[in-house]
């Protein structure tokens, strides 16, 4: 009876055993490739098809539910009758320099809440909030409200302050915003006689 010998592990030459280490790191490389994604597919968390993220109008909708808005003229009558409203700008900083309502106080919204409540203890203080449009108020209210403030309004945005030609404030003084004619060449009226002198 005739056996076959196989070169044992100790009688391969060295180009023979660097195929092998590869060919065995390739595995082992392969492996835990596969077993890594597969324990992470099952802890992150994969976006479900069936359920999408909010569209920037469902964001404006729940952000201004349940708030309290009030326009120009309340705000006006607000700011003559409550020598201690407390009116506060959530807007940027460089939006606030460029111009914000008189008497307001900046607070960044994300500060806000921090600092009312390291400053104003008086839960029944006067508060409205305002922004440009209403929306980063109405978040902040919505805050304020949940910290136990309890007369906190928003009102419904600078922009409609300034589309009403109603003044605004920055360092360099009173700001009032004006209505351009509306003007064009065929409409323009001419007066060629004007002083010159």
Same mark, same amino acid.
Request: glycine fraction near 6%.
């Given at each position: 009876?005739?056996?076959?010998? /196989?070169?044992?592990?100790?009688?391969?030459?060295?180009?023979?055993?660097?195929?092998?280490? #590869? #060919?065995? #790191?390739?595995?082992?490389?392969?492996?835990?490739?596969?077993?890594?994604? @597969? @324990?992470?597919?099952?802890?992150?968390?994969?976006?479900?098809?069936?359920?999408? !993220?909010?569209?920037?109008?469902? $964001?404006? &909708?729940?952000?201004?539910?349940?708030?309290?808005?009030?326009?120009?003229?309340?705000?006006?009558?607000?700011?003559?009758? @409550?020598? &201690?409203?407390?009116?506060?700008?959530?807007?940027? &900083?460089?939006?606030?320099?460029?111009? /914000?309502?008189?008497?307001?106080?900046?607070?960044?919204?994300?500060?806000?809440?921090?600092? !009312?409540?390291?400053?104003?203890?008086?839960?029944?203080?006067?508060?409205?909030?305002?922004?440009?449009?209403?929306?980063?108020?109405?978040?902040?209210? %919505?805050?304020?409200?949940?910290?136990?403030?309890?007369?906190?309004?928003? /009102? =419904?945005? $600078?922009?409609?302050? =300034?589309?009403?030609?109603?003044?605004?404030? @920055?360092?360099?003084?009173?700001?009032?915003?004006? &209505?351009?004619?509306?003007?064009?060449?065929?409409?323009?009226?001419?007066?060629?006689? $004007?002083?010159? %002198?």
């Amino acid at each position: 009876m005739e056996f076959k010998t /196989h070169k044992s592990v100790f009688n391969l030459n060295f180009k023979e055993m660097k195929k092998i280490y #590869f #060919f065995m #790191f390739t595995m082992l490389f392969a492996m835990e490739l596969c077993y890594s994604q @597969n @324990n992470q597919s099952s802890t992150v968390n994969t976006p479900d098809t069936a359920q999408s !993220l909010m569209t920037i109008q469902q $964001l404006i &909708k729940d952000a201004r539910e349940g708030v309290d808005f009030i326009g120009n003229d309340e705000l006006i009558q607000r700011i003559n009758a @409550n020598p &201690k409203l407390v009116l506060i700008d959530v807007r940027g &900083k460089d939006e606030y320099d460029a111009g /914000h309502l008189k008497g307001a106080t900046w607070l960044d919204r994300g500060v806000v809440e921090f600092t !009312l409540a390291r400053t104003l203890r008086d839960p029944n203080a006067e508060i409205i909030v305002y922004c440009l449009k209403g929306n980063r108020s109405a978040l902040v209210v %919505k805050t304020l409200k949940r910290m136990g403030y309890k007369n906190v309004k928003s /009102h =419904i945005g $600078l922009e409609y302050w =300034i589309d009403a030609g109603l003044s605004i404030y @920055n360092f360099l003084g009173e700001i009032k915003s004006i &209505k351009l004619r509306e003007l064009n060449a065929a409409t323009n009226p001419v007066d060629f006689y $004007l002083d010159k %002198k």
